[in-house]
């Protein structure tokens, strides 16, 4: 069936490194692809998305490009800040039982020392 | 302001008991969600709803309860059935365009522990 897989967390990493936290998907079809954040005690928010082959969604620094032929859709920001210490978690549309649902990747648990 | 609401923030009960966690949203969105999230771990979907007075099961619907009498609410009860309900619990809503559920939006959570 459908799944997403991150790569396992924690990821720590010093101010102003690079980031990358991989993610990829099996889906039979063409999904839209989304990464969400969530701040400590808090519910989610959209970071980005992703609705075809080859698009790029962005947002606050992050990006992340929807790879097709490698079935990936990974998220990067050139230079992290101690705010941007989070869960984040990647995530695919598909359709289960004749609706349409979000299928969710385990999360990845950020920390960015300062 | 447009936005998902969930009440309480923190909710404790005693183990036996019924308890309903509210979920409210005036995006004006067809399809609403009830998700758990337990420490460390992904979300979990509960429950869900694309039209009102009707809704389906999750992948972890046991011991759990919903109505969709509005559009704007989705209710959750959690029943003296769950085995373990000690977790937090999302509301999430989205749009449905061209049969496909859009972005969706969550509430900031409630926290609810068995005493």
């Known amino acids: 069936g459908d799944s997403v897989t991150q790569m396992e967390g924690p990821v720590t990493l010093s101010e102003e490194a690079f980031l990358t936290i991989n993610c990829t998907y099996t889906a039979t079809g063409y999904p839209s692809l989304f990464w969400y954040v969530q701040y400590p005690g808090e519910g989610l928010q959209l970071l980005l998305k992703a609705t075809k082959a080859d698009d790029k969604g962005s947002n606050k620094g992050f990006e992340a490009t929807y790879r097709k032929e490698t079935t990936s859709f990974h998220l990067e920001k050139g230079s992290v800040q101690v705010s941007d210490s989070a869960v984040y978690f990647c995530a695919l549309s598909m359709i289960k039982d004749s609706n349409y649902q979000l299928i969710w990747g385990a999360g990845t648990k950020l920390i960015i020392k300062p | 302001d447009g936005g998902i609401t969930q009440s309480p923030k923190y909710l404790f009960r005693k183990e036996g008991q019924n308890v309903t966690l509210s979920c409210e949203q005036n995006?004006?969105?067809?399809?609403m969600y009830w998700y758990r999230q337990d420490p460390g771990q992904g979300l979990r979907l509960i429950y869900y709803s694309q039209i009102v007075n009707d809704f389906q099961k999750g992948d972890i619907a046991e011991g759990y309860s919903v109505s969709r009498e509005k559009k704007e609410s989705f209710p959750l009860t959690v029943t003296s059935a769950q085995k373990n309900p000690t977790a937090f619990y999302l509301c999430a809503s989205s749009t449905i365009r061209q049969g496909r559920t859009d972005t969706q939006y969550f509430g900031p959570g409630t926290r609810l522990t068995v005493l």
């Open positions: 995006l004006n969105h067809d399809a």
